[in-house]
C-alpha cells in the first residue's frame, strides 16, 4: 500500500526526471532527432506527472517541452534543406 508522502515524493522525481529531459532536448535542439526524442518524451512525462498531481513546474515543463520539440522542429528542417543545398552545389562552373 502507498501512502499519502511516497506518493508525493514519486510524482515529484517523475516531475525532476521530465525537466531532464526537456532541458537536454532544449540543449541538444540542433540535432536532427535527438532534441526532438528527448523534448518529446519530456512533455509526455511532465503530462503523465500533471495528471497526478496539478503543479505549476508541471505546466512549464510541458511549456518548455513543447518549445524545445518546435525548435527542434524547425531546425531539423532547414539542417536537411543545407544538406541538399551542399550536395548540389557545383564548385567547378567551367566544366
Given at each position: 500500500m502507498i501512502n499519502k508522502t511516497t506518493d508525493?515524493?514519486?510524482v515529484k522525481i517523475?516531475?525532476?526526471i521530465a525537466?531532464?529531459?526537456v532541458i537536454v532536448g532544449v540543449l541538444f535542439c540542433w540535432f536532427p532527432i535527438l532534441g526532438i526524442a528527448h523534448a518529446i518524451a519530456g512533455?509526455?512525462?511532465a503530462t503523465l506527472a500533471y495528471r497526478l498531481s496539478a503543479q505549476r513546474i508541471h505546466v512549464y515543463t510541458i511549456l518548455v517541452g513543447i518549445i524545445a520539440s518546435i525548435a527542434s522542429a524547425?531546425?531539423?528542417?532547414i539542417e536537411l534543406n543545407d544538406i541538399e543545398l551542399v550536395n548540389s552545389y557545383n564548385a567547378t562552373p567551367w566544366l
Open positions: 508525493t515524493r514519486q517523475l516531475t525532476y525537466l531532464a529531459f512533455t509526455i512525462l524547425i531546425l531539423t528542417i
